[in-house]
């Protein structure tokens, strides 16, 4: 049976989230004054822009290496990243959503700042220095492990239902890393090093099948958005 022939993961565009997250780094606020659910976080315009010109860049691409299937996250940055790419390529795909691509669950330190868990939860904060980021699973939400471990399901599915195919993704940062960690079989200490540099707003990481495996092709680039004048912070 074939096996995927190309595996593309894209991060969401710009998100109201993001720039959240940004305005409170530094400072001694405990919240990041996200007012949404995680799910329903939508894209700046930035971030609208981002995913246009993810479209162009998709639309550019040599007819073998264009997506035969497109699988997303179903929060909604993810899925209108998807949408706005899609409607600048000249090519009709279908985006299915899979909920094994949502973002990390973080529990009870979902809105949190790390000030804010340190102060509230010290608990917390000394078993997660204790476990370490990869091991550590907040009350209510996820371990790094546990985000492994629904995308080998997902990937083993992916390997059966599209087998010869060129799968593109758009989906959050945290599952970029863990593909990568599960693709590359990285450890532990490997990915966490990888983890500690950011993936910007609708940066692109393929892998390509080559000598009986997915292979890596590029990681967080981000030159499609560079050469539309698209910022990447």
Not at 23 to 51: F, H, K, N, S, Y
Not at 154 to 177: C, F, K, N, P, S
Request: charged share 25%; aromatic share 6%; hydrophobic share 40%.
């Amino acid at each position: 049976m074939n096996a995927l022939q190309w595996l593309t993961l894209v991060r969401h565009g710009e998100s109201t989230g993001n720039l959240a997250y940004l305005a409170v780094q530094g400072t001694d606020a405990e919240e990041t004054g996200i007012v949404e659910r995680d799910a329903d976080i939508p894209l700046t315009e930035t971030g609208r822009e981002q995913a246009a010109a993810l479209g162009r860049w998709l639309a550019g691409l040599p007819a073998d290496e264009r997506p035969t299937r497109v699988v997303s996250s179903p929060y909604t940055r993810a899925v209108d990243t998807a949408r706005i790419a899609l409607a600048q390529a000249p090519y009709d795909v279908e985006i299915r959503v899979d909920e094994r691509l949502r973002d990390r669950e973080m529990g009870m330190m979902e809105g949190l700042t790390w000030v804010g868990i340190q102060r509230r939860h010290p608990e917390e904060a000394a078993r997660m220095t204790r476990l370490g980021k990869f091991y550590y699973r907040p009350p209510g939400g996820e371990s790094w492990a546990d985000l492994a471990l629904r995308l080998r399901s997902l990937y083993r599915d992916l390997e059966q239902e599209a087998a010869g195919e060129r799968v593109l993704v758009t989906t959050h940062d945290a599952i970029v890393v863990t593909t990568r960690y599960l693709v590359e079989g990285l450890s532990e200490r490997e990915v966490m090093e990888i983890e500690k540099t950011p993936i910007a707003n609708c940066a692109v990481t393929r892998w390509r099948r080559g000598e009986g495996r997915l292979q890596a092709v590029s990681y967080n680039d981000c030159t499609h958005l560079a050469g539309a004048g698209v910022g990447t912070a």
